[in-house]
């Protein structure tokens, strides 16, 4: 079979998609890295993080969703759209920009968390059959790291312990 990407032997293009990434405050990201990290290293950890899920998402496009001037300006930066988000909850503003982005055309959204740091080929999971929700749990299996969804469907963000 040929790789996804490619267009030939009739493989067609995935649906209009975007890469939704969620991205903390980098000044208050990594708080659990308190005792090993300063302030500063801790910040420039999750900017490193949440750049190398954005060039993950090549060639998707990419909206961050935050509530923080710096990061919003990073993320202008890298070529990234903004969806601005003060004063909601991370599930609340996911859902939020979910909608938005169907109401705009947008017929797939992979959902991918700022810290990341191995992503990779995020705009693989814009190829799955267009009725199919891809849920991508994180190593303990207590939450979803990245999911796919197509924006038809009634679906519900719901981030937090065990989700």
Request: with cysteine; hydrophobic share 45%; charged share 25%.
């Amino acid at each position: 079979m040929p790789h996804p990407r490619s267009y030939a032997h009739g493989v067609h293009p995935p649906p209009r998609a975007r890469v939704v990434i969620p991205v903390k405050a980098f000044s208050e990201a990594k708080g659990r890295l308190a005792g090993a990290l300063e302030p500063a290293e801790r910040a420039e950890l999750a900017r490193s993080m949440a750049t190398r899920v954005v060039r993950a998402a090549a060639p998707l496009p990419v909206t961050v969703v935050c509530e923080d001037e710096v990061v919003a300006s990073w993320a202008r930066s890298l070529g990234a759209d903004v969806s601005w988000t003060p004063d909601r909850d991370l599930s609340a503003a996911v859902n939020d920009t979910y909608r938005q982005l169907g109401e705009e055309g947008i017929e797939r959204v992979v959902v991918a968390h700022g810290d990341l740091p191995f992503a990779a080929d995020l705009d693989l999971l814009a190829w799955v059959d267009p009725e199919v929700v891809v849920l991508v749990p994180d190593r303990h299996r207590r939450g979803s790291n990245v999911v796919s969804v197509p924006t038809g469907v009634d679906f519900t963000f719901s981030y937090g312990p065990d989700s």
